[in-house]
């Protein structure tokens, strides 16, 4: 059981319940949420830590030989992915490590590991038994935007051989100053042209530039959780909303509201989509995307945000969305099939109010709708009963992956720590 220095049982127990009336949260068959290595899990569900602590985790792929690659936020002794093997004992352990850049972004698609950096997106030749050729890197796009805020570059492959990359706008509200109380809106965007979006790359073309792919959806301000959903061919994603406006418009809303505002949005993106940023932000209060403060906005009118593209599912705001995975195995039970599962890094903008996400979310899903509310699956996170800032959360959910026979895998991108979740029903 985890060990903290209150009754997990009772206080979060009874934390994850009031919550969920409060925000829509809810926990599968109304019962709380259950102790496992260390996190509260949804009921008959099991955790085992595989991996205590590597680094600063960032996103999973396995291999179909159960090889686990982690991509590193930042170096370990000089290299940024490792790959993980199961011992005897169950745990992993180190077998290869390789990559001499940082980043987000990796997945295993067709015999080949992709990864990206910051600026690039490489892959390498696999064989059966999951061996990476090192020396066979290849740059598949190079020359990505990176202007530090919002970075990483997280990416999903389709089945027709095409590779979708996130492009993070460098900005909060496409102020002309930044972050900068009073400084309005520059209108249009120019941020857009290259940024603020998804772009689609061939998979198999080496050496393209940036200006080669497509940009596939805009008006999404930082995406670092996307999968490609088999069962309707789609790309779905989880947008980062925007932060500051209690502190750049404190005459139109305070702390309380800024805590709340805007929602986190989940989206199918198709090609073409516009989902409204900088313009717009979708007020989960409301129910309704309204036009942002920067170009005009009241907090109530919508003007042109009434015609973007809306969210299938809606979450409380600056809950950190940074991973997306549609389960497609059978270990879980049959609900859980198509399901979208959504980790939740948790967020600093809700200060001076609580911390609040560090969890791992279940969208029951149907031909590539919702078919009910979100459930928490996975909670515990922080280790604590609240957190005021993100420094205080022991663990910190990251990326989602699947196991070849179904397992759920967590990564924690504080400890470095991997936990697979098992349902023992």
């Known amino acids: 059981m985890m060990r903290t220095p209150f009754s997990i049982a009772a206080l979060l127990g009874a934390a994850v319940l009031v919550f969920a009336f409060r925000s829509g949260r809810t926990v599968h068959e109304d019962s ?175 050496n393209q530039r940036y200006q080669q792919g497509q940009r596939y959806a805009t008006g999404l301000r930082n995406v670092v959780g996307l999968d490609w959903n088999t069962e309707v061919n789609e790309l779905f994603v989880m947008q980062h909303g925007r932060d500051q406006l209690s502190q750049l418009y404190p005459q139109m809303y305070n702390d309380e509201q800024n805590a709340e505002l805007p929602a986190e949005e989940f989206f199918m993106a198709t090609q073409g989509s516009d989902f409204g940023w900088p313009y717009c932000y979708y007020d989960g209060q409301q129910g309704k995307k309204v036009l942002a403060p920067e170009f005009g906005g009241d907090g109530k009118q919508q003007e042109r945000c009434a015609g973007k593209g809306q969210p299938l599912a809606v979450f409380p705001a600056h809950w950190g969305p940074n991973a997306v995975l549609f389960y497609t195995g059978n270990q879980f039970p049959e609900r859980y099939r198509h399901g979208a599962f959504i980790a939740f890094h948790g967020s600093w903008n809700r200060a001076p109010q609580r911390q609040a996400g560090y969890c791992v979310a279940f969208v029951p899903m149907k031909n590539g709708k919702p078919t009910g509310p979100y459930e928490i699956f996975a909670d515990g996170f922080t280790q604590k009963e609240f957190i005021m800032s993100t420094g205080e959360a022991r663990y910190r959910p990251c990326g989602l992956e699947q196991t070849p026979d179904g397992g759920l895998l967590i990564s924690d991108s504080r400890q470095g720590r991997v936990w697979e979740i098992r349902w023992k029903g």
């Open 32 to 206: 709380p949420l259950q102790p496992s290595a260390d996190l509260m899990l949804a009921p008959r569900f099991e955790a085992r830590v595989v991996l205590d602590s590597l680094g600063r985790n960032r996103h999973l792929a396995v291999a179909p030989n159960g090889d686990v690659f982690v991509k590193l936020e930042r170096l370990k002794n000089g290299k940024g992915v490792y790959q993980l093997r199961r011992n005897a004992q169950g745990k992993y352990a180190v077998v290869a490590a390789f990559g001499n850049y940082i980043g987000t972004g990796i997945l295993v698609h067709g015999g080949y590991l992709y990864c990206s950096s910051d600026e690039a997106v490489y892959r390498y030749k696999m064989n059966a038994a999951g061996t990476v050729d090192t020396l066979s890197q290849q740059t598949i796009v190079e020359g990505l935007w990176s202007r530090r805020q919002h970075a990483s570059k997280s990416i999903a492959m389709d089945n027709a051989g095409y590779l979708y990359v996130n492009i993070g706008a460098p900005s909060n509200a496409c102020q002309v100053a930044d972050r900068t109380k009073g400084s309005p809106g520059m209108d249009p965007c120019p941020i857009l042209d290259s940024a603020g979006g998804i772009w689609r790359f061939k998979a198999d073309v080496p």
